[in-house]
């Protein structure tokens, strides 16, 4: 039997098991049915944490139809919360495919102490990093779907396009989703956002993520929103993101780096034997 946490940032949630003692047998068709919400346990990730011996843990961070991430903000958090509850430290400092995330906990003010905050890195702004298909301005894609037309893109080490909208009420954002998600202009697909800026420091957002369909909150989603809309001249560099599960808070730093914080919990823990599901 395999242990399991299943945890959440602002309801993006997440299945997260530890391979660092040993290699767990865990293929892409086996991640997929356990990521399942009627027929598994269900989560918008998939998260396994690995031996990593230059930084606290390596994630590997995998889609509910098996597909590996590069990226994925909340599930950084709550990652951190767990290796901070191990060591007692309020730093660390967790390793993905695309690069060393450190994270750190906000214990002053508001927050709480389930308030952490990841430095996700600088955003990849290049045609080739985002990646689109051919060369072009990432600022504006050719992209007009109707409703929403000429969205930005970036890369927060998975790729996103982020469509700026006047009003999210009464737009059917969960039909253009998938449709934007799988535009040729995108051939490694993309994380889909609905932006409505309300205020220079005040964006409201919903996300159509890459292999997972509508969620409560992204958090590069997030950030890629912030990044999105200053390039734009529609945000300063620092804003509350309003996500369907709740708020996050996002600043593009001077040097580059996007920091984001927000709240972590826990739902419950639990035990799934790995022969009872498809190889």
Same mark, same amino acid.
């Given at each position: 039997?395999?242990? #399991?946490?299943?945890?959440h940032g602002l309801g993006n949630d997440f299945v997260?098991?530890?391979?660092?003692? +040993?290699?767990?047998?865990?293929?892409?068709?086996?991640?997929?049915?356990?990521?399942?919400?009627?027929?598994?346990?269900?989560?918008?990730?998939?998260?396994?944490?690995?031996?990593?011996?230059?930084?606290?843990?390596? !994630?590997?961070?995998?889609?509910?139809?098996?597909?590996?991430?590069? +990226?994925?903000?909340?599930?950084?958090?709550?990652?951190? %919360?767990?290796?901070?509850?191990?060591?007692?430290?309020?730093?660390?400092?967790?390793?993905?495919?695309?690069?060393?995330?450190?994270?750190? *906990?906000? /214990?002053?003010?508001?927050?709480?102490?389930?308030?952490?905050?990841?430095?996700?890195?600088?955003?990849?702004?290049?045609?080739r990093e985002v990646p689109l298909a051919e060369a072009?301005?990432?600022?504006?894609?050719?992209?007009?779907?109707?409703?929403?037309?000429?969205?930005?893109?970036?890369? !927060?080490?998975?790729? %996103?396009?982020? #469509?700026?909208?006047?009003?999210?009420?009464?737009?059917?954002?969960?039909?253009?989703?998938?449709? /934007?998600?799988?535009? +040729?202009?995108?051939?490694?697909?993309?994380?889909?956002?609905?932006?409505?800026?309300?205020?220079?420091? %005040?964006?409201?957002?919903?996300?159509?993520?890459?292999?997972?369909?509508?969620?409560?909150?992204?958090?590069?989603?997030?950030?890629?929103?912030?990044?999105?809309?200053?390039? *734009?001249?529609?945000?300063?560099?620092? +804003? *509350?993101?309003?996500?369907?599960?709740?708020?996050?808070?996002?600043?593009?730093?001077?040097?580059?780096?996007?920091?984001?914080?927000?709240?972590?919990?826990?739902?419950?823990?639990?035990? #799934?034997?790995?022969?009872?599901?498809?190889?």
């Amino acid at each position: 039997m395999i242990p #399991f946490r299943k945890m959440h940032g602002l309801g993006n949630d997440f299945v997260i098991v530890d391979a660092r003692p +040993a290699p767990l047998p865990l293929t892409p068709a086996r991640i997929a049915a356990l990521s399942d919400r009627h027929h598994g346990i269900g989560c918008d990730q998939f998260i396994t944490l690995e031996p990593e011996a230059e930084a606290d843990v390596f !994630m590997r961070i995998h889609n509910p139809d098996g597909s590996e991430a590069g +990226a994925c903000g909340n599930a950084t958090r709550c990652v951190a %919360h767990l290796l901070m509850a191990e060591t007692g430290r309020d730093a660390v400092v967790v390793r993905t495919i695309r690069g060393d995330l450190p994270c750190e *906990r906000l /214990a002053d003010g508001p927050h709480g102490t389930n308030w952490i905050r990841a430095d996700m890195g600088p955003p990849m702004l290049g045609w080739r990093e985002v990646p689109l298909a051919e060369a072009m301005e990432t600022l504006h894609l050719p992209i007009d779907l109707g409703p929403v037309s000429d969205p930005a893109a970036c890369s !927060m080490g998975n790729p %996103h396009a982020t #469509f700026f909208v006047e009003a999210l009420d009464g737009l059917d954002w969960r039909a253009l989703g998938p449709v /934007a998600e799988h535009h +040729a202009l995108l051939p490694e697909r993309a994380n889909i956002g609905f932006a409505e800026v309300l205020a220079p420091d %005040h964006i409201r957002v919903a996300i159509w993520e890459r292999g997972a369909g509508p969620t409560l909150a992204c958090g590069s989603g997030a950030c890629a929103t912030l990044v999105n809309a200053h390039r *734009r001249g529609l945000a300063g560099r620092r +804003a *509350r993101i309003d996500l369907p599960g709740g708020a996050l808070e996002v600043e593009w730093r001077l040097d580059g780096h996007v920091l984001m914080a927000g709240p972590v919990a826990t739902a419950f823990l639990g035990r #799934f034997d790995p022969a009872a599901w498809p190889e």
